[in-house]
């Protein structure tokens, strides 16, 4: 009877162990408010690195993608930019921002249609969005 006590102490302590890290750990989002709160400090290393951190979270998050993008394209590294633009805009397609921001990449790098296309998409998301909001609104 002692056994099954000590193995089900042992059990509920490993359990306990296993949770724990979970609970004190960020999650994906606080990584990327801490980045945006860096940016704006102009610490673009911190930055970089609260973005990475974020994705190591959640590979999926389209708002980590977009912050490491613009932490790139701060630095000059426009090809990591647009892939990291990219990648936001695989898991957010609509991501207006990151049109935008992908937009201002390709010009950058002198692929002027490329950005022509995606400032004509931001385009058009942000009228969609203004004429939703102004909807929401006008339901008040």
């Known amino acids: 009877m002692r056994t099954v006590t000590r193995i089900c102490q042992l059990s509920?302590?490993?359990?306990?162990?296993?949770?724990?890290?979970?609970?004190?750990?960020?999650?994906?989002n606080e990584y990327v408010k801490e980045g945006?709160?860096?940016?704006?400090?102009?610490?673009?290393?911190?930055?970089?690195?609260?973005?990475?951190?974020?994705?190591?979270k959640n590979p999926k998050n389209a708002e980590a993608h977009y912050g490491l993008g613009g932490v790139y394209?701060?630095?000059?590294r426009y090809e990591e930019a647009k892939e990291s633009f990219q990648l936001a805009l695989r898991y957010d397609p609509a991501h207006m921002d990151a049109h935008?921001?992908?937009g201002y990449t390709y010009e950058q790098m002198g692929d002027l249609d490329k950005a022509q296309k995606e400032f004509t998409t931001y385009?058009?998301?942000?009228?969609?969005?203004?004429?939703f909001m102004k909807d929401e609104q006008a339901k008040r």
């Open 73 to 76: 394209n701060f630095q000059g």
């Open 100 to 102: 935008y921001s992908l």
């Open 12 to 28: 509920a302590l490993l359990l306990l162990l296993a949770i724990l890290p979970q609970c004190t750990d960020k999650k994906s």
């Open 123 to 131: 385009k058009r998301l942000k009228k969609r969005y203004d004429q």
């Open 36 to 56: 945006l709160n860096h940016i704006e400090a102009q610490d673009f290393g911190r930055a970089e690195l609260s973005f990475k951190q974020a994705l190591e």
